[in-house]
Nanobody, 125 residues
Framework: QVHLVESGGGLVQAGGSLRLSCAAS????????MGWFRQAPGKEREFVSA????????YYTDSVKGRFTIYRDNPKKTVYLQMNSLKPEDTAVYYC??????????????????WGQGTQVTVSS
């Protein structure tokens, strides 16, 4: 298990930017694929993005491609989600997650087993 703490959420106007951070504890962070998910009110949690353990491979859901960037700093045990050109439909609680198994793929079907508490992102129109 990896302990994850998200930060960086807030209220922003449409077209603005936010950077989410997810700080991890545990020795295995650098070997785990990491993901970002979000859940809007009344909707199911959805995959947003993932990054491989090495940072060389990334995956984005179609709705955020070209606007969001995921990256990681393994020595700092932190994964980030840079969100630009935000839209009201991006409003949600954003969660980071760590894969259960090391050196696995970073895709929506990855078995993510450790989750943070979430951070609220609200985009006003």
């Amino acid at each position: 298990q990896v302990h994850l703490v998200e930060s960086g959420g807030g209220l922003v106007q449409a077209g603005g930017s936010l950077r989410l951070s997810c700080a991890a504890s545990g020795r295995t962070f650098s070997s785990l694929a990491m993901g970002w998910f979000r859940q809007a009110p009344g909707k199911e949690r959805e995959f947003v993005s993932a990054i491989s353990w090495s940072g060389t491979s990334t995956y984005y859901t179609d709705s955020v491609k070209g606007r969001f960037t995921i990256y990681r700093d393994n020595p700092k045990k932190t994964v980030y989600l840079q969100m630009n050109s935000l839209k009201p439909e991006d409003t949600a609680v954003y969660y980071c997650a760590a894969a259960n198994s090391p050196y696995g793929p970073a895709v929506p079907s990855t078995d993510f087993g450790s989750w943070g508490q979430g951070t609220q992102v609200t985009v006003s129109s």
